[in-house]
């Protein structure tokens, strides 16, 4: 099982006279338990430990070029919170096409 606490803060500006929307994300996450196992060749078997908590923040922004059409585009970065070493990082770019 996972838990999660988080928070959205989302404005609403004009750019050039169209709308655009950024927003900031903060998330904290904490994995109780689990275990996820992988096997190679049939033969062995490695298992992952789940228990683990972590938090990522997230920015991003979407600009509508037309009432159906707009682009976003977003970077997220998550890091442990305990002795568990994870570290990420991520980017989107996209089109949105409405119909």
Same mark, same amino acid.
């Given at each position: =099982?996972?838990?999660? @606490?988080?928070?959205?803060?989302?404005?609403?500006?004009?750019?050039?006279g @169209?709308?655009?929307?950024?927003?900031?994300?903060?998330?904290v996450?904490?994995?109780?338990?689990?275990?996820?196992?992988?096997?190679?060749?049939?033969t062995?078997?490695i298992?992952?430990?789940?228990k683990?908590?972590?938090?990522?923040?997230?920015?991003g922004?979407t600009?509508?070029?037309?009432?159906?059409v707009?682009?976003?585009?977003?970077?997220?970065?998550s890091?442990? @919170?305990?002795?568990?070493?994870?570290?990420? =990082?991520?980017?989107? @770019?996209?089109?949105?096409?409405?119909?």
């Amino acid at each position: =099982m996972t838990a999660r @606490l988080g928070a959205r803060l989302k404005g609403s500006f004009k750019a050039g006279g @169209l709308p655009l929307e950024p927003w900031l994300r903060v998330n904290v996450w904490h994995a109780f338990e689990g275990t996820d196992t992988v096997t190679f060749a049939n033969t062995t078997d490695i298992d992952t430990k789940q228990k683990s908590s972590w938090a990522d923040v997230g920015i991003g922004a979407t600009l509508k070029l037309a009432p159906s059409v707009g682009v976003y585009a977003n970077v997220d970065y998550s890091s442990n @919170l305990d002795a568990n070493q994870q570290r990420a =990082m991520a980017s989107t @770019l996209g089109i949105r096409v409405s119909w």
